[in-house]
């Protein structure tokens, strides 16, 4: 079964669409003594069943880690790419910042970012073209994003731009993450692709090329793009028939109010549970809970705590996971009640509470454990 390049879902069992004698590539071109080995092939475009991405059922060209550009020396582009930097380098705050493009050719436009007050750095496959971007003053390395561990020369950088290239990739999730792992941590990109809806709305079907592998639309690139560690910030039609989106790198989650507060609970349990030692009292916890199970292992009180409580017959008789205190009914507690319950089952806490009241020797200190304190119930 043929799998999404994308996301690796399986493709749909018939083909959108099939189209015989295709040029086999758009780019090196067959000379006249070509003619009697030569020949067009079929194309086959499918449709992605878990992420929606049209791409083509096939192989890619030899070529495809180059960047070959044609249109990069026209007054159209220019004006284009001269305008996205305009408004992206000062929205992102890149002044003074490492820029890589990914895929660069031999500079077209990365000599036009070079203008602007960042750090433009660049990249790209083949060596020809390396060399004649260097030889125009840029700083280019011979390289290409081909793997989630690879270290690129230059980097990290601030902010990435990759200019009508993911639609080429064999697997573009890999080439999205290839950059992500050299960028830092509040990093930008800017990100163009040939537009499906337009070839859509123009019927355009010699726009089908085997070059171009994924026919991308403004949804299907934003969820790829999510899936590889990228917010889409804006996205927009340029010059009719192409998508191009700003992308923030996703920051990690900021865990450090769960790791205070991890140590701060575990502690005031702690504490509680030996200063009612140091009376004589002891513990009992109230809630073979997760919440329950993930806190006694935590705070390390296998040898604090007398017991744990609860009323679903089948966590009764054994022990807790991590912390191997056994589990009894409310029954067998009362034979053996403790001075001091910890209740730690979110959601039955007044009814608990209720219960030890009024099934419980008199003089039972009661406790909870709310989101982020302890508080005892008179």
Known sequence: MKRCRACGAPLSGEPLLTIENMPAAAQNLPGPEDRDREHGIRIRLMACTGCGLVQLDADPVPYYRDVIRSGGYSTTMDRLRRSQYDEWIPMCGLEGKKILE????????????????VQAFGMEHRYDLVQKARSAGLTVSEDYPETEDQVFENGPFDAFTSFNFLEHQPDPARYLRAIHQN???????LVTVPSFEYILEENSFYELIPDHLSYFTGETLTYLLNRCGFEVMKKERVNRDTISVIVRKMPRPDVSGLIRKKDEIASSVRKLIDEEAERGRSTAVWGASH??????????LSEKVKYI????????GRISPASHIPILSPEDARRNPADTILIVAPGYTEEIAGEIRKKFPAGTRIFTLRTDRLEELK
């Open 291 to 300: 919440q329950g199970f993930t806190l006694l292992a935590v705070a390390g």
């Open 309 to 316: 409580i609860d009323s679903a017959p089948f966590k009764q």
């Open 102 to 117: 990914a895929g660069c050719g031999q500079g077209e436009f990365l000599k036009i970012l070079a203008e602007y007050p």
């Open 183 to 189: 960028l830092k941590s509040e990093a930008y990109g």
